[in-house]
């Protein structure tokens, strides 16, 4: 029977759902409950517990924090969260500490008999296939081929073997001393994930399909190496006759592979060398070649011999174009650089450590345009540790490169939003300073720019986009509007008007007013008396 954890802080939740579930019926037995998260951490530290049903809010420690721990300490135990909560940031919570079910409260026994049946089923699923792995292993640690990956794993580590490898390798009659030798290293992940596989299981099956797919070639040896590689030596006393063949081989090989398991394969290869005590430098030429997959999913084979590396990449080059494309919030520009960028990697040859660190130069400018702009701490941009850390996890260039294009695209576009904010701040500062100071006959444009601390250029492009029309206009209509209220509201003279409302010439007053209102100052005394 599956062992059962109840934790809650509710005591009538406790008990009723203590009482209502009929634990053995489900092949369960409930072997504790606890009130808070930390009493459920300490006992499942000191007992054996295969299910916890847990609620989110607890004191001391929560549903959320105990399935951390559990996440992190004790893999193995499902996890069962009922709760009021229905917010996305909890289910989120939920899914990353692996939790099973994820059930909003009220439950009734007949939802959560539910659930656990279906959990039952699935403990059983897994122990079953456990065992059977566990027998393939037993099997498999009895098998000569454990000894063979030894072996052989043992010769590709060591530049000069000795004896004793020696006499194995003639007992394992495999007589490959003096001949030309070659590495071939296997990365095998599934289609829908880029993670490596590493079961027991697996690797195993893997293996048998490789020794099948070879069983006709005299000049190939497979094994699984101590490490959990899969390697292929290809050893021949005439190099010339085996080298059309390994192609061939290599692509049944991905062939069967692919059509058995649904698995993607990739293989690196080492250089040919002479003798087995050189079958170490092929054999870190295999896995270095296949590093390089990194820079592309899609390619399976990466011969070292192909690989021909640049010293350097002008990153530099690049950094003034990012720039401009970023500032003028330019989506098209900031994807055709990143293109350039990657098919520059993928041509040279740059390993993953040297691209990142070209990336994070590209992130280091985008701190710089935040910083001109005010913006650092601007709580809608990414955090920058994060993104560095999400690209150094991409397995493959393709998925960093598309995270870098959506964190580019978000610096500009909010670099954008806070330019068109301060635009239209710095023309309201602009208005409210030619209102208050109008009258002052000397007020000009450079004047204005020293009070905003603004360039007169920029400040003139801002102003005509924001408004329509320029300083000097928007100033003139200020002063005529002015004008008015004291013709309408005083008996002052025409040069006084002028003079008061920030006009030095009288003649040139006229004009601007009778342009505005197709009038004369004397002519609109008149008409609105």
């Known amino acids: 029977m599956y062992r059962v954890l109840l934790v809650d ?24 409950t606890c009130k808070n998260g ?22 001391y420690v929560d549903g959320m924090e105990l399935s951390k721990f559990l996440y992190e300490n004790h893999k193995d135990i499902k996890i069962v969260i009922f709760s009021g909560y229905h917010e996305f940031d909890y289910a989120k919570q939920a899914m990353k500490y692996k939790v ?4 909003l409260k009220p439950v009734t026994a007949q939802e959560l008999s539910d659930v656990l049946i279906n959990l039952t089923n699935e403990l059983n699923k897994n122990q079953k296939e456990q065992q059977e792995i ?10 000569l081929t454990l000894v063979k990956g030894q072996v052989l794993s043992d010769l590709m580590l060591e530049g000069n073997p000795n004896e004793q490898l020696k006499n194995d390798l003639q007992r394992l009659q495999i007589h490959i001393e003096d001949s030309n030798l070659r590495v071939a290293s296997f990365m095998v992940t599934s289609f829908d994930s880029d993670e490596p596989k590493q079961s027991a299981l697996i690797l195993i099956t893997i293996v048998k399909i490789i020794e099948t797919t070879i069983k006709d070639y005299e000049d190939c040896i497979v094994f699984q190496g101590m490490d959990n590689g899969i ?31 649904s698995f993607h394969i990739q293989v690196g290869m080492g250089r040919w060398v002479h003798g087995i005590q050189n079958l170490s430098i092929s054999f870190e030429e295999a896995k270095r070649a296949l590093s390089y997959r990194y820079l592309d999913h899609n390619t399976y084979l990466w011969d070292i011999d192909m690989i021909k590396m640049v010293d350097k990449v002008g990153i530099y080059d690049h950094l003034e174009a990012f720039q401009t494309a970023i500032r003028g919030n330019d989506k098209e520009e900031i994807k055709k650089l990143l293109g350039q960028l990657q098919k520059e990697f993928y041509i040279g040859y ?41 690209i150094s996890k991409a397995p493959y260039l393709e998925q960093a490169m598309k995270l870098l294009q959506n964190y580019l695209n978000e610096i500009a576009c909010q670099l954008s939003i806070g330019k068109e904010s301060n635009s239209e701040k710095l023309v309201a500062q602009a208005k409210a ?14 004047i204005l720019c020293q009070e905003l601390l603004i360039s007169p250029s920029y400040f003139s492009s801002i ?29 002052l003279r025409n040069y006084e008007v002028a003079l008061k409302v920030g006009f030095s010439d009288p003649h040139y007053f006229n004009i601007a007013f009778k342009k505005a209102t197709k009038m004369t100052p004397k002519e609109f005394v008149k008409r609105n008396d």
């Not at 100033?475 to 005529?480: E, G, H, S």
């Open 9 to 32: 802080d509710e005591d009538l939740a406790r008990e009723s759902i203590s009482r209502c579930i009929k634990w053995s019926d489900l092949g369960l037995s409930l072997v504790g």
């Open 38 to 59: 930390k009493e459920a951490i300490l006992f499942v530290t000191e007992h054996e517990v295969d299910i916890v049903l847990t609620d989110i809010c607890m004191p």
């Open 100 to 103: 099973i079910e994820y059930l």
């Open 134 to 143: 566990t027998i393939m292993k037993q099997e498999y640690n009895k098998s």
């Open 231 to 261: 390697y292929l030596i290809f050893h021949t006393s005439q190099k010339r006759n085996l080298e059309d063949k390994i192609h061939l081989i290599l692509n049944d090989i991905k062939k069967n592979i692919e059509a058995a398991m």
């Open 350 to 390: 740059l390993d993953k450590n040297r691209i990142l660190l070209y990336l994070q130069r590209i992130i280091l400018l985008t701190r710089k345009l935040l910083e001109e702009a005010d913006m650092e701490n601007n709580s809608q941009i990414p955090k920058e540790h994060d993104i560095l850390e999400q």
């Open 433 to 446: 300073y030619l209102n208050k100071n109008f009258n002052n006959p000397d007020l000009s444009l450079s």
């Open 463 to 491: 102003y005509k986009a924001s408004t329509g029309e320029t300083f000097l206009e928007t100033l003139n209509q200020i002063r005529l509007e002015q004008a008015k209220l004291l013709l309408r509201n005083t008996n």
